[in-house]
């Protein structure tokens, strides 16, 4: 097991981090965007200097965190923009050595029940990103995010029986966010279904505030999500795979209207790391 995370909520640019990758004594980073850019959307020269500066600080990307099928794209909308993602993304991870990039499976259609969501097309779409990237050695993992396998676990399980050798990175806290066709879930009964397919974690955790109708994150242990249950009944089934940090408590990637001061992020990364690594250590006291 190791832990890594999107180390782009601690800083923007690279530089920073790698450091605050490097502070925390960690090895790895979940990477999603660089100075404002996805890192299959760097340019060539832009990816170059990156690899550079990894290389030299002996840090890897252990998981690419993908914009490909994502809660933006609509799946009556075109496949071309999510293809030419995963076309530029296999070179990449082959030359940084990372196998994980996380995927989804395309927007909910908001004014369509959940029983017609363009399931067919939804599938082929990400059988053929599947296979893009299975050929090539490497594995895509879906997150149950805002997305048709986030609608609650038997979409997951759905997509999983459709798509041969697509795996799951499962996240802690969105089963709990409120969103179309989606209605609050326990995160525990979500993770309890699809345990066997999970590969890699996501930890966010958080509080669902009624009156304003959305999530107030919170450090882990310290929300409803019922992350340390879940990372110990992990553990204790020998789970040995990644566990990526996605606080969420200054910055959501997708929601502009929440900015954040550079050092106000950075620090709040560097605290829910070791608040991760505390509980991780307390879990293998429970049951060592």
Known sequence: MYLTG???????????????????????????NITGK?????????????????????????????AIANWAKPINGSFDSSLAEAGRAIPRMKRLGSK????????????????????????????????????????????????????????????LEAVPGLKLVFDTANPGIDT?????????????????????????????????????YTFPGEGDCEVKRILKDLLVSGYDGGISIEPH????????????????RFDNYLEYGKRMEKMLAEIRNEFS
């Open 6 to 32: 999107f180390a782009d909520e601690a800083a923007e640019c690279i530089d920073g981090q790698i450091d605050a990758t490097l502070r925390l004594g960690w090895k790895n980073i979940e990477s999603r």
């Open 38 to 66: 996805n890192i299959h959307d760097l340019s060539d020269s832009e990816f170059d200097i990156v690899v550079g500066k990894l290389e030299e600080a002996g840090v890897q990307i252990n998981c690419f965190g993908s």
């Open 100 to 159: 994980l990039i996380r995927i989804m499976s395309f927007a909910v259609l908001p004014d369509r029940p959940a029983d017609d969501q363009m399931e067919d097309e939804r599938f082929k779409r990400v059988n053929i990103l599947c296979k893009m990237f299975r050929d090539e050695g490497l594995l895509p993992v879906h997150e149950n995010c805002m997305n048709y396998g986030g609608m609650g676990w038997q979409y997951t399980l759905k997509l």
């Open 180 to 216: 179309p066709h989606s209605p609050r879930q326990s995160s525990w009964d979500f993770y309890s279904h699809i345990k066997e397919h999970i590969v890699y974690v996501h930890v966010k955790d958080m509080v669902w505030d009624k009156a304003k109708n959305e999530a107030i």
């Open 249 to 264: 408590m200054k910055v959501v990637f997708h929601d502009s209207s929440h900015p954040s001061e550079a050092q106000s």
